[in-house]
């Protein structure tokens, strides 16, 4: 019988770990924001949005990325078939880590751009940029629901 008891309490003690470490994945799953950004640009500012973006914008949420900051890869889209409501032209996503992870975004959006753009006037200045050539944009910020028990 003792040894049936040490040997319950050997496993517990050794799967208690992953069963831990799961939960954590678990409420980890939890922890990220997800970014959603809605541009409304109309079809001659097309080419201009993406050159921006992709030329500047891109390269700024790539240096992100490698601080640690975003969960995943950094994706745009454009609608295959317009809807009537909510009608956009682009929307991109960025996962970021968690709420901390955002709050370091917004302290160092201007020295990272800065670093990677020295001549550029800044991280508002290509912000003025891209609103000057859209006509509507919106961010909403969610969070993945896992439906895996």
Known sequence: MK???F??????FLISPIVETNSFAQE???QVVIEESFYVVKPE??????????GKIYPFWNEMKKMGLIDGDIKM??????TLEPRWTFKTIIRFK??????TWLKKRDEVFDKLFPN????QSVS???SEITEEHWDEFIREIPLKK
């Open 3 to 5: 040894e049936i008891i």
């Open 7 to 12: 040997s319950l309490f050997v496993t517990l």
């Open 28 to 30: 980890d799953r939890y």
């Open 45 to 54: 500012n097309k080419d201009k949005f993406l050159e921006i973006y992709k």
């Open 77 to 82: 889209y454009s609608q295959r078939l317009h």
């Open 98 to 103: 968690n709420y901390n992870a955002i709050d």
């Open 120 to 123: 550029a006037g800044g991280y």
């Open 128 to 130: 003025k940029e891209i």
